[in-house]
């Protein structure tokens, strides 16, 4: 079945530093993945989106990568700020799940001043 | 453009009473998926609505149910409240059913005593 993974519970940066979170997923047949952003008391919230078509997306300070060799992405925040401190999950769909998003189980990121 | 509202925020039941969530999803949004998330398990997939047929579930027990309205408004129902059903339910909205944004609410945090 599918599965998707992050690969560390706490992730501490610097201010101003850029912040790599990793996620590993199992299917091979996934379709399409989302990075949300949690923060306490509040739900997931959208960041950047990729399908399976693309190798990487960017926004507003985030860059996107997707490795379907080694069936792994990264989200990459530039010059993260207090802001950006939050817990950070991967999402995917697979093939034949419709809408069913399948979470990693997120990693905490802690914004050092 | 209004954002995902789920009624209540918050709710205290007492065990083995039944709850009903209430969702609305952003305006034109016709899929509403629905999460449990406890700090143990992680965000999991309840189950997903579009065109107000149930088109996937989790691995939930019947206790959970849901429905969803002409105007994609969707509720969600659980009888015979449990300890273990203490939560965040959230509510995720989409346009379609494949490879789309999905947009979350802000959650009802539900609490069994």
């Known amino acids: 079945g599918e599965s998707v993974g992050l690969h560390l519970p706490t992730l501490s940066v610097q201010e101003g530093d850029n912040s790599i979170i990793n996620c590993a997923y199992s299917?091979?047949?996934?379709?399409?993945f989302i990075w949300y952003k949690q923060e306490s008391g509040k739900g997931p919230q959208f960041i950047i989106d990729?399908?399976?078509?693309?190798d990487k997306r960017q926004g507003q300070r985030v860059t996107v990568l997707l490795n379907k060799t080694v069936k792994h992405l990264s989200l990459q925040i530039a010059a993260t700020q207090p802001g950006d401190s939050a817990v950070y999950f991967c999402?995917?769909?697979?093939?034949?799940?419709?809408?069913?998003?399948?979470f990693g189980t997120g990693t905490q990121l802690k914004v050092e001043l | 453009k209004a954002g995902v509202t789920q009624t209540p925020r918050y709710l205290i039941k007492t065990r083995g009473q039944q709850v009903t969530l209430s969702c609305s999803p952003i305006?034109?949004?016709?899929?509403v998926s629905w999460y449990q998330q406890t700090p143990g398990q992680g965000l999991q997939f309840l189950f997903e609505?579009?065109?107000?047929?149930?088109?996937n579930k989790g691995n939930f027990p019947g206790r959970f149910s849901g429905r969803q309205f002409s105007n994609s408004r969707s509720e969600m129902n659980v009888s015979t409240l449990e300890l273990g059903d203490s939560a965040l339910y959230l509510c995720?909205?989409?346009?379609?059913?494949?490879?789309?944004?999905?947009?979350f609410g802000q959650g009802t945090r539900l609490t069994v005593v």
């Open positions: 299917n091979s047949a996934s379709d399409y």
């Open positions: 990729i399908r399976s078509n693309m």
């Open positions: 999402a995917g769909t697979f093939t034949g799940g419709g809408n069913k998003l399948t």
């Open positions: 995720a909205s989409s346009k379609d059913r494949v490879n789309t944004e999905a947009f």
């Open positions: 305006s034109g949004h016709r899929s």
């Open positions: 609505y579009f065109s107000e047929t149930q088109r």
